[in-house]
T-cell receptor, first 116, second 108 residues
Framework: DTAVSQTPKYLVTQMGNDKSIKCEQNLGHDTMYWYKQDSKKFLKIMFSYNNKELIINETVPNRFSPKSPDKAHLNLHINSLELGDSAVYFC???????????????FGPGTRLTVL | KNEVEQSPQNLTAQEGEFITINCSYSVGISALHWLQQHPGGGIVSLFMLSSGKKKHGRLIATINIQEKHSSLHITASHPRDSAVYICAVTYTGNQFYFGTGTSLTVIP
């Protein structure tokens, strides 16, 4: 069984379009994340959701909006896509243990977004 | 903000060699993670450390909190170990802050 799944795996679209990437985890975790991996393979946190509440937003443009219908899903909506949005987007999840963030994170397979 | 630096950026080794990848960070952390990104792109968590040393098979991870430094060792390296190894830290929250990664190629 897949622990963290993302759809689609590949997404090719035109500049200016609006698109969504879906993420689901079946681990019962209460925290989910979106990361962006740029062309130089550098990973950076975008969002973190804990129990359906946004707990971090690392200065990501407001064209990006995470939506969490329940704690097993964290979808990423992107409006007015730009060339610079081309990257691989990874979803991840973890279980917070009280105040100690000693959490192992489980990653989805990634979604390669190409904006033309 | 915490900076995470890894070295080397690229590493080529012969099969069987002992490999060390280093990670340094600039401020106090709550945990350090080693991740492996396969050539196909998938990311797997290898270790999570807050002190001392952990071992899993041929992989060993150590951390020195005072020196703000961690190492990942691979003993008896094999071509299937070829991947990008990424160091990540967490401090006040659960989010990861990543190093730039070390691309390892093990040649048969």
């Amino acid at each position: 069984d897949t622990a963290v799944s993302q759809t689609p795996k590949y997404l090719v679209t035109q500049m200016g379009n609006d698109k969504s990437i879906k993420c689901e985890q079946n681990l019962g975790h209460d925290t989910m994340y979106w990361y962006k991996q740029d062309s130089k393979k550098f990973l950076k946190i975008m969002f973190s959701y804990n129990n359906k509440e946004l707990i971090i937003n690392e200065t990501v443009p407001n064209r990006f909006s995470p939506k969490s219908p329940d704690k097993a899903h964290l979808n990423l909506h992107i409006n007015s896509l730009e060339l610079g949005d081309s990257a691989v987007y990874f979803c991840a999840s973890s279980q917070e243990r009280g105040l100690a963030p000693y959490n192992e994170q489980f990653f989805g397979p990634g979604t390669r977004l190409t904006v033309l | 903000k915490n900076e995470v630096e890894q070295s080397p950026q690229n590493l080529t080794a012969q099969e069987g060699e002992f490999i060390t990848i280093n990670c340094s960070y600039s401020v106090g952390i709550s945990a350090l993670h080693w991740l492996q990104q396969h050539p196909g792109g998938g990311i797997v968590s290898l270790f999570m450390l807050s002190s001392g040393k952990k071992k899993h098979g041929r992989l060993i991870a150590t951390i020195n909190i005072q020196e703000k430094h961690s190492s990942l060792h691979i003993t008896a390296s094999h071509p299937r170990d070829s991947a990008v190894y990424i160091c990540a830290v967490t401090y006040t929250g659960n989010q990861f802050y990543f190093g730039t990664g070390t691309s390892l190629t093990v040649i048969p």
